[in-house]
């Protein structure tokens, strides 16, 4: 069903896109979860270290797919806002075009580089080869991260954030049981949870293309609107890639910090592993309620309507800020028991070293609520190329942490590189957001 937001109570629309969206990051975080819990239960702490040796460069490539699909989504939305169906179906036809391109040239390359990078991120020793086959299967899995995440963008672009979520908890129950099989049935280690992750999130893309096909008719392909269009083709690039390279740009820098987390003993790799499952799944309310900002923001301001723009940039920056805190209460004093998900409670240097990184990062997370919610502000309102910039600045910030501070204080200066990329790129994003908000709204005036 699809949803005008052109209407009605800013928070309201935002959270009620907000929630089942919310839901299904939980679930698609779930995939990583089962697999860290199931890894770590059943073959020990250096299989889940393995595991989670190579999640920055995961974040790099798949966060590219997740950014450049959200990006698509954005001109989808502000057609739809504007009630221009033709425009609409023509950017999907070459949202798929390019989501093809991408696909092919993404896998074929990291595949081929997989080894490379695992010496990169300067993983040896026990959990070389576990990270290597782990590794491997995820980015062989890259087209269906990508097929699933263009057709989540449609549905949202539309106003249906329900569709993905339900076929997300399908797959999520489907995950476990695959993790199950493929690592206590058929006994194939770390290579297993791959599998299993790559195969649910198959199906979850499956499932929504039959959805599409069936119940949205403005939505489906059709040889009318599969036609070259530079245009078209031309805003697609110009939204969708700034965002991609967003993720990439500020993965690097969290690939520096992980590969200097790696030259430190192994107790501080496993701990690292464990502690980034954690901030992940606290980051799914941020990045929920910040698309649901960014898809009122497309479709107000395809529908003309500024002011409205504004309120929701300003009620959405709020409940992140607002969660930031109280999420961040839950990890300062809860870190150590939360992660204790994942590892047995004889592991006791592992969980302090967990419990401090946590205490340290809760701090700081009203922070990043703000800057997830002011980049996606920027991002919806047409101005991918000043929110990548943000990205350059979280990636320097942690590369310069990690290089210089990292060998001298070792585990404590990993416990807060994060946090410098936080504080130096919300400051950047929220100047940036004021600018543009005034942009469009001058825009508006003129027209």
């Known amino acids: 069903m699809t949803k005008s937001m052109t209407s009605g109570n800013p928070v309201k629309l935002i959270l009620g896109f907000s929630l089942p969206l919310l839901l299904g990051s939980l679930l698609q975080q779930a995939y990583n979860l089962i697999d860290a819990t199931i890894v770590g239960r059943v073959l020990g702490a250096d299989a889940l270290g393995a595991v989670g040796a190579s999640s920055s460069v995961q974040f790099l490539v798949l966060g590219f797919c997740i950014g450049t699909c959200s990006g698509f989504g954005i001109p989808m939305a502000k057609y739809f806002g504007a009630e221009q169906p033709e425009r609409l179906r023509s950017t999907i036809f070459h949202s798929y075009l390019l989501s093809v391109i991408f696909s092919v040239i993404l896998t074929t390359v990291t595949c081929l580089m997989c080894g490379k990078i695992i010496d990169i991120l300067s993983i040896s020793g026990n959990i070389y080869k576990d990270a290597y086959n782990y590794l491997f299967v995820i980015l062989a899995g890259i087209p269906f991260t990508f097929f699933y995440n263009l057709l989540s963008s449609m549905l949202r672009a539309i106003g249906d954030s329900k569709t993905p979520f339900?076929?997300?908890?399908?797959?999520?129950?489907?995950?476990?049981?695959?993790?199950?099989?493929?690592?206590?049935?058929?006994?194939?280690?770390?290579?297993?949870?791959?599998?299993?992750?790559?195969?649910?999130?198959?199906?979850?893309?499956?499932?929504?293309?039959?959805?599409?096909?069936?119940?949205?008719?403005?939505?489906?392909?059709?040889?009318?609107?599969?036609?070259?269009?530079?245009?078209?083709?031309?805003?697609?690039?110009?939204?969708?890639?700034?965002?991609?390279?967003?993720?990439?740009?500020?993965?690097?820098?969290?690939?520096?910090?992980?590969?200097?987390?790696?030259?430190?003993?192994?107790?501080?790799?496993?701990?690292?592993?464990?502690?980034?499952?954690?901030?992940?799944?606290?980051?799914?309310p941020?990045?929920?309620?910040?698309?649901?900002?960014?898809?009122?923001?497309?479709?107000?301001?395809?529908?003309?309507?500024?002011?409205r723009v504004r309120k929701g940039i300003v009620q959405g920056t709020v409940i992140n800020a607002v969660y930031g805190i109280l999420i961040g209460i839950v990890l300062i004093f809860g870190g150590r028991t939360l992660s204790m998900m994942f590892l047995d409670s004889s592991e006791t240097a592992v969980l302090d070293a967990c419990g401090v990184y946590m205490k340290c990062v809760g701090y700081f997370y009203w922070v990043l609520g703000i800057l997830f919610a002011c980049r996606m502000s920027v991002q919806g309102i047409g101005f991918s190329g000043l929110a990548i910039f943000s990205g350059v600045l979280e990636m320097f910030a942690r590369i310069i942490v990690s290089r210089k501070f990292v060998p001298i204080y070792r585990f404590g200066a990993i416990c807060y590189t994060d946090q410098v990329a936080w504080v130096v790129a919300t400051t950047y994003c929220v100047i940036i957001c004021v600018s543009c908000v005034k942009k469009v709204s001058r825009k508006q005036l003129k027209v």
């Open 166 to 284: 339900i076929f997300l908890a399908v797959s999520a129950v489907l995950n476990v049981i695959l993790d199950l099989v493929f690592i206590m049935v058929i006994p194939l280690g770390c290579m297993g949870a791959g599998i299993a992750t790559v195969m649910a999130q198959a199906c979850s893309g499956i499932a929504c293309f039959i959805v599409i096909q069936k119940k949205y008719p403005l939505l489906r392909m059709n040889k009318e609107i599969c036609r070259f269009n530079v245009h078209a083709l031309r805003e697609l690039l110009i939204m969708g890639v700034p965002m991609g390279l967003q993720f990439s740009i500020t993965a690097i820098g969290s690939m520096v910090m992980q590969s200097a987390n790696n030259s430190l003993e192994d107790v501080y790799i496993s701990a690292f592993a464990v502690t980034s499952k954690l901030k992940q799944l606290a980051m799914c």
């Open 286 to 307: 941020f990045e929920a309620v910040a698309t649901g900002i960014s898809v009122f923001c497309g479709q107000n301001l395809g529908a003309g309507k500024t002011d």
